[in-house]
């Protein structure tokens, strides 16, 4: 090749923040080396293979809830919602199911969802401490910054199991519930190939927590890992913008309302709209197949293509916005601005909830409590649930919030006093003991529990507003399970509903689950997306005097290399069309290698040159086995071509490459989980 060209370093190196001497970077896996053939080509166009499939079933699996819905593809307008669960609880929606697992204390799969919340709780206290109850663990994917797949969750007991093996436990279980049910409707269906699977994940989670995912539906045996194309990773807010398409005007709730003269909203007005949104959320809890438009629904006929809006799905962990466009009046979309968020759900206001006991019993007690009475806290944590949903900013009577007799009873053994003496001699107001067995919380005890939680969303939402490439937004669409909540319908209303129509569909807590059916059906209608990170490789350059730092400098047969130097892929934040696939063209150092490795890097900003810059890291791995070739017209001195493409416009990252010499693809994967 060429004096110019690039050349990579056999890239399986200890980590970039330690260079190695300056005579021997990269030399630790010379056997794996590979040098560029071709300048980087510009991205191609891959259109995607259609696939066979009878019937697509889609898993919202949730931090506080979840479930599954499905749909037949000669059938798409009609989305079956799973059954109802059995030990819902009253004036709770069961139609999806706490994401709460329980193993038995040898390990072995007992039972999810509301059967597994009833169960552990009915355990007498002392066994309960054996058992492995797990409960909100979607959060701790989310927060782990060194996700791998050996991470561990720490059950209610504080015994710790891999993370693998909860998630993996949880979506059999949901998988054994949708074949059951699919079979009952259709007793000839093979379940083998028939079934397109979709996992809904958030989507400001990085690469190595949508993998993890897909790890875990292998495991589960949703798919073989032979097939990946049969899984599909769902984006939660994508979803739910796919969804809202389809919506008629009566199924939609539009909080924005006429200003009085003295320009303020009026509070009558936006209370009725409320009592309108819990009225058609009951009715539709009570119909399981759901009929969407073939088209496009009333709304958005209204639209035209360049219109704008955010989609903010609020759910029980993660808070997660995107910006779409709308490109064309059939409506395909495209992503304005990479998906921002945080861990600011529902699940915050528990945590105030906890702090708060904290506050009036002692934190030490609460945690003794917790490790010794597990299955009462999360009755507890229950009681709190239901009082949460019922929370409104013009509420004027008290919330109760029910104490289990055992945490009365356990805290005058542990503390030798009454719940109500410690509840008055504590520094907390608007909280009271009634005498029937409650905390009697006052409205403002429950605003201040929201608070926090409710104004970072509203910061955030008013950050994505601020940028210069989210102007003219005609709607502000909000879903989610916590978009269900009064409090923050009000709170996003008043600070947004000057500038935006903020809308909220009737079944807002099943959105994203029904979008995620839809997307499954037709993985083309969101067509351009945002990269969230910057990625490239690390390659060998020639090394130019005064351009490049002497620390860089390799002398390798005779030839001065700067090491260390990141050649991208693609940009954080660039657009990126579905299928879009940029390639590069490398070979072999050695004659008769037999394995390649490229590491990938990423990194959150633009300006980067070296992969030893801070904020780079390494995110993953392609390795590439090749073949022996034993053919008398390829004389073995030739270098092999190896063509590696990576495609970037879906929801995951894709790797493929190809053995020039032989047309043969080449096993390439990328695993973001090992490093």
Partial sequence: SNPDSVCLPGTNRESSRTPSPPSSPGMHHESFSIAPLTPSQSPVSRTQRPTSFSVVVAIDFGTTSSGYAFSFSNDPEAIHMMRKWEGGDPGVANQKTPTSLLLTPEGAFHSFGYTARDYYHDLDPEEAQDWLYFEKFKMKIHSTSDLTMKTELEAVNGKKVQALEVFAHALRFFKQHAVQELKDQCPSLQEKDAIRWVITVPAIWKQPAKQFMREAAYKAGLVSPANPEQLL?????????IYCRKLRLNQLIDLSCKPVANGLASELSINSSFRQAREQLRRSRHSRTFLVESGVGELWSEMQAGDRYIVADCGGGTVDLTVHQIEQPQGTLKELYKASGGPYGAVGVDLAFETLLGQIFGEDFIATFKAKRPAAWVDLTIAFEARKRAAAPFRSNPLNVSLPFSFIDFYRRHRGQNVETALKRSSVNFVKWSSQ?????????????????VSQIIRHIDDLLKKPDVKGIKFLFLVGGF????????????????????????????????????????????????SPLTYGVGVLNKFVEGKHPKEKLLVKEGKNWCTDIFEKFVSVDQSVALGEVVQRSYCPARVGQRKIIINIYCCATDDVVYITDPGVRKCGTISLELDEVDEPSCPKSRRREIRASMQFGDTELKVAAMDVRTSKTVRATIDFLSN
């Fill in 233 to 241: 990773i769902a984006l939660e807010p994508e979803a739910a913008s």
């Fill in 437 to 453: 067995g409650m905390l009697r919380m006052s409205s403002e005890a429950m605003n201040d529990l929201f608070q926090p939680t």
């Fill in 483 to 530: 978009a269900e909540s009064a409090m923050l319908q009000h709170a996003v209303q008043s600070a947004f509903g000057s500038l935006c129509r903020v809308i909220i569909p009737q079944d807002v807590g099943l959105t994203i689950l029904k979008g995620a059916v839809l997307f499954g059906l037709d993985p083309t209608i969101v067509r351009v997306r945002r």
